[in-house]
């Protein structure tokens, strides 16, 4: 069942002053979000991403579309019935936004507190989830003394304090170094697994939904323009922003100067395979080039794993007899996908 | 040895003749002060909060409330504070108060300190991070409970900065008033030490002020330091 559903939402902005153009920060966007599972959304500065994250929570409202959590309708619903809805869906942030004025266990308490539970039932739902993100012994330590990945998870024990079926993250590792960067991920894994909670990341590192998303959703100037699954989107990109992306975590086809410093010292045919689980193996492909008498040397790219499942791009240098080679090269576009990437003179345009 | 003192003593003899006159008038600057400081201060910071929350993309945007206040504050906070006194006489008898003495000071008091600190209020509350008041409305809290449980305290260390500043400004004042027969050191120092040519009955209310002020300063800047953990 969705548990989100984004009907043709469009947001806009008006012009900040008289002479200046609404900036269409969302536009026409639908997306249904399975209760759950983890979405990752991402897209360069400026596509939107924010803005149709907070429009979930109508931080922002859709300013046409339609905007359906949890069976509800909430692109009309009036201010006082959102903060009900609101308490049902959590909130990080890069900059974390913890209040500098509470503790940490302050912190946690505000949801509760602000709807209106009682002082034991704040006490008991703040220790258990301090414990949940590991920070029980920092109850009374005040986010000043606190480093930024125990702030991070400060913020997502407060976003969790209501008990929300969804959670929306917005950049909440972008602040964060490497290492720190996989505790959170692995804390909002475990929120979207044991808790079962719905999870929407949004990012501008493919680390991050590499690591996490069962989905991706791709934005680019305000609409989606590419989604799939984890693995349809890093193993086979189509939009030219999705290979963008994928590129930055993926070797693929080696580009243009790669291939000048490839071909220095690789003289023979350079040809790129791409590999996929349930495609053709890497045996099969293997075994009809030596079956051929055909040199190889494996020179660029390598295998991912994205959620269990494999695929990868490898740039092959095959040597030998030049007719020998040209026919290996047929046979074994037959098997897997494969860009020629011909030798250095003058070979084989791709 | 007690030569010097005897001459202490004759160089003071003014202000020990005024003495209860001294502690009654240091009585009623305190009272002066205080009730600019918290009645006055209540009033502005209700003004400058106002002035916050309806600024567009604030927490509550209303274009015409900001104006109205915007305008109001503009117009009474230029206003020299002896001028802004003498000018409030007819509002003070309209609202049943005599339009001289310490009821009427009171009211002018309260006037130009409500205004003045309302301003301050607004600018600490702009060097709030937006980003934890949209944290507060993310987690359903209405725009009341945003104000009250999160702005205000997320502000209160630069609040009570602010405070302790307009604090010096409102014992300018109490001062000021004494001009209108308002009692305190101010009025003490005016027709006790100047008229009568006792500079040191002036000088010591001068001391006595500088006092107030300064165990105020540091009251202030001790509060703000335990609120702000540094
Ligand atoms: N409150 C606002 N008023 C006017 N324009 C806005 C507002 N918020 C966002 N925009 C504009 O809408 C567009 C999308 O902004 P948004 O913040 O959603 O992008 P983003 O994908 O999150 O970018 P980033 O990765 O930099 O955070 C931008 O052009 C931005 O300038
Ligand atoms: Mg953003």
Request: hydrophobic share 45%.
């Amino acid at each position: 069942m969705a548990i989100i559903e984004l009907e043709n939402v469009s947001v806009t902005f008006p012009p900040r002053n008289r002479r200046g153009e609404p900036v269409n920060a969302v536009q026409d966007v639908s997306l249904s979000v399975k209760a759950g599972e983890i979405v990752g959304i991402v897209g360069y500065s400026g596509a939107g991403k924010s803005t149709l994250l907070r429009v979930v929570n109508a931080l922002e409202r859709a300013t046409e579309g339609r905007v359906v959590v949890d069976g509800v309708d909430i692109t009309r619903l009036r201010e006082r019935d959102l903060n009900e809805v609101r308490r049902t869906i959590g909130m990080i942030f890069q900059q974390f936004n913890l209040f500098t004025s509470r503790t940490v266990y302050g912190n946690v308490a505000y949801p509760l507190e602000v709807a209106g539970r009682s002082k034991t039932e704040q006490r008991e739902r703040v220790s258990e989830l301090l414990r949940f993100v590991g920070l029980f012994d920092k109850a009374l330590a005040y986010p000043e003394q606190l480093s930024g990945g125990q702030k991070q998870r400060v913020g997502i024990a407060r976003a969790l304090a209501a008990g929300p079926s969804i959670l929306l993250a917005d950049e909440a590792t972008s602040a964060l170094d490497p290492e720190t960067t996989v505790e959170v991920l692995d804390l909002l894994k475990r929120v979207n697994t044991e808790l079962g909670v719905t999870v929407l990341v949004i990012t501008h590192e493919m680390e991050v939904v590499k690591t996490i998303a069962d989905r991706i959703v791709v934005m680019e100037e305000g609409g989606i323009v590419e989604s799939g699954s984890a693995f349809e989107i890093f193993s086979a990109p189509r939009h030219a922003a999705t290979r963008r992306f994928v590129r930055t975590i993926v070797d693929d086809v080696p580009q243009e100067h790669e291939l000048e410093q490839l071909r220095r010292r690789h003289p023979g045919r350079l040809v790129t395979l791409s590999f996929k689980e349930d495609a053709a193996t890497q045996s099969q492909v293997f075994a009809e080039i030596v079956r051929a008498g055909i040199e190889l040397e494996l020179v660029y790219g390598g295998l991912e794993d994205v959620r269990g499942r494999s695929f990868g791009h490898l740039t092959l240098e095959l040597r030998g007899d030049t007719a020998a080679v040209d026919a290996v090269v047929a046979r074994v576009g037959e098997l897997v996908p494969l860009t020629d990437l011909g030798t250095g003179e003058g070979g084989v345009a791709r | 040895m007690s030569a010097i003192l005897d001459g202490l003593r004759d160089f003071f003899q003014p202000v020990i003749d005024l003495q209860s006159e001294f502690v009654s008038a240091f009585g009623e600057t305190l009272f002066l002060a205080g009730s600019g400081l918290v009645v006055g201060g209540f009033l502005g910071l209700v003004i400058g909060t106002a002035l916050y929350v309806t600024r567009a993309g604030g927490i509550a945007p209303n274009a015409f409330a900001s104006f109205v206040l915007n305008v109001l504050v503009n117009f009474f906070r230029p206003i020299p504070f002896i001028l802004l006194a003498v000018a409030l006489q007819p509002f003070s008898r309209a609202i049943g108060v005599d339009g001289i003495g310490t009821g009427h000071a009171v009211v002018a008091i309260i006037f130009g300190s409500a205004f003045g600190i309302g301003r301050i209020v607004e600018q600490n509350l702009v060097s709030v991070d937006p980003g934890v008041l949209e944290a507060a409305r993310a987690m359903g809290a209405s725009r009341w409970q945003v104000i009250r449980t999160v702005l205000l305290p997320e502000a209160l260390g630069p609040l009570i900065l602010g405070f302790t500043f307009a604090m010096v400004a409102i014992v300018d004042m109490t001062a000021v008033v004494g001009t209108i027969g308002a009692g305190g050191l101010g009025q003490l120092a005016l027709t006790e030490g100047y008229r009568q040519y006792e500079s040191v009955v002036t000088w010591t209310a001068v001391v006595i002020v500088i006092l107030i002020v300064q165990a105020g300063q540091f009251a202030g800047n001790a509060l703000a330091r335990k609120v702000l953990r540094r």
